[in-house]
């Protein structure tokens, strides 16, 4: 089964470390899309690209947050500096464009604990 | 109206029995309807999905009612089964623009044995 592969799985780091999650998507999958999953606010959406583009990245903290997709197999997703209020699941999807903008299979995630 | 109410937060039900989530929208611009299945330590996983232009939509033991003019959508798991005890989470957008997924807060499944 073809599935969107996320790393790390775990990470914990201390306050003001530069975080880095990685994400394969579905080969042949254009879309991609980076989401925050706590307790709190449920799951956002963080960014999205298209065919490498990003789409939509409102829902992230510029400030401290970055994505990009440096090829078609490779999604990053980056904090830098880190903070406690960082701390979730972070899920990497990915879909066809020809299915709709939508994630349709989702990786694993990434925990992320900020210490 | 980008909110996505969803309730129960929680439901126990009896394998066998039929197990019945409710989503309501409030944006009449939303067009695709969603329900994702989680299972602890995994990612959402996409169960099934609707657009307005039916009513009702099954797949296997899953089915989706819609009801456009009350703006709701349900999830109804017949026969269900141990196995089906996960975290459910409905969505919705507004598919050809690309927008984003809202999605509803979830409601944990637990089917007893």
């Known amino acids: 089964d073809a599935r969107v592969t996320q790393t790390p799985r775990h990470k914990v780091t201390e306050m003001g470390q530069e975080v880095t999650m990685r994400c394969q998507p579905i080969?042949?999958?254009?879309?991609v899309f980076w989401y925050r999953q706590t307790m709190m606010q449920g799951l956002e959406l963080l960014a999205y690209?298209?065919?490498?583009?990003?789409?939509?990245d409102s829902g992230m903290p510029k400030d401290r947050f970055s994505a990009e997709m440096p090829d078609a197999t490779l999604a990053t997703l980056k904090i830098q500096p880190s903070e406690p209020r960082d701390s979730a699941v972070y899920f990497c999807?990915?879909?066809?464009?020809?299915?709709?903008?939508?994630?349709?299979?989702f990786g694993d995630g990434t925990r992320l604990s900020i210490l | 109206q980008q909110q996505v109410k969803q309730s129960p937060q929680s439901l126990i039900v009896q394998k066998g029995g039929i197990s019945i989530i409710n989503c309501a929208y409030e944006?009449?611009?939303?067009?695709?309807f969603p329900w994702y299945q989680q299972f602890p330590g995994k990612g959402p996983a996409l169960l099934i999905a609707?657009?307005?232009?039916?009513s009702e939509k099954k797949e296997g033991r899953f089915t989706i009612s819609f009801n456009k003019s009350a703006k709701q959508f349900s999830l109804h798991i017949m026969d269900s089964q141990p196995g089906d005890s996960a975290t459910y989470f409905c969505a919705a957008s507004k598919e050809t623009s690309g927008s984003r997924l809202t999605f509803g807060e979830g409601t944990q499944l637990t089917v007893n044995p």
């Open positions: 080969l042949g999958h254009n879309t």
């Open positions: 690209f298209r065919n490498r583009a990003p789409l939509d």
């Open positions: 999807a990915s879909g066809k464009r020809d299915r709709g903008d939508q994630p349709q299979h």
């Open positions: 609707i657009r307005p232009d039916v």
């Open positions: 944006n009449t611009a939303f067009d695709y």
